[in-house]
T-cell receptor, first 113, second 113 residues
């Protein structure tokens, strides 16, 4: 299947800092989704993006669908302890049909005391 | 409450035994999916079903089987032919074809020894 390159792999930040992570691909995607997964739990959908250039917010989270349709970005402002977890990007390929999402390998967010 | 349930949360089996993982949803979603997650990896699609009595192989279907006899249920059987069955298994659902937002269950951790 297609690969999504997600970076950084891990982030060690202080509480209150802003966080940025991104996802890139060599293929064009027509939909980008961002999920958060807590240890031992299923991923929870945070934001869905459907149009190139689209910028969508969900509380302190903001995500953007890249103009080239080959990338997406997620920002978290003023991080708090409950933001700790693994953030996954996921996308549907253009014309790919309903055959499942392609996932990145995740960004581990760790907040240092 | 509407949602997706997976049972059991933890499952232990001896090598050579088949095991069936349960997935039920009461969201009235047409499409259902099974993913496998290994440490440090993104989610990989095993099987998906867009309607009752129909299902398609995903990227890693070998050693697995599914059925979709009811809209609400999509059980996954891990057969003895699966070489590395120990993993975290996630079930998801979406409204249907043409919609990309998938909602996940809490997962089942399968350990085979």
């Amino acid at each position: 299947g297609q690969q999504l390159n997600q970076s950084p792999q891990s982030m060690f930040i202080q509480e209150g800092e802003d966080v940025s992570m991104n996802c890139t691909s060599s293929s064009i995607f027509n939909t980008w989704l961002w999920y958060k997964q807590d240890p031992g739990e299923g991923p929870v959908l945070l934001i869905a993006l459907y149009k190139a250039g689209e910028l969508t917010s969900n509380g302190r989270l903001t995500a953007q669908f890249g103009i080239t349709r080959k990338d997406s970005f997620l920002n978290i402002s003023a991080s708090i302890p409950s933001d700790v977890g693994i953030y996954f990007c996921a996308g549907f390929l253009s014309g790919g049909g309903a055959d499942g999402l392609t996932f990145g390998k995740g960004t581990h967010l760790i907040i240092q005391p | 409450d509407g949602g997706i349930t997976q049972s059991p949360k933890y499952l232990f089996r001896k090598e050579g035994q088949n095991v069936t993982l349960s997935c039920e949803q009461n969201l009235n979603h047409d499409a259902m999916y099974w993913y496998r997650q290994d440490p440090g990896q993104g989610l990989r699609l095993i099987y998906y079903s867009q309607i009752v009595n129909d299902f398609q192989k995903g990227d890693i279907a070998e050693g697995y089987s599914v059925s979709r006899e009811k809209k609400e249920s999509f059980p996954l059987t891990v057969t003895s032919a699966q070489k590395n069955p120990t993993a975290f298994y996630l079930c998801a659902s979406s409204i249907g074809t043409g919609t990309y937002e998938q909602y996940f269950g809490p997962g089942t951790r399968l350990t085979v020894t």
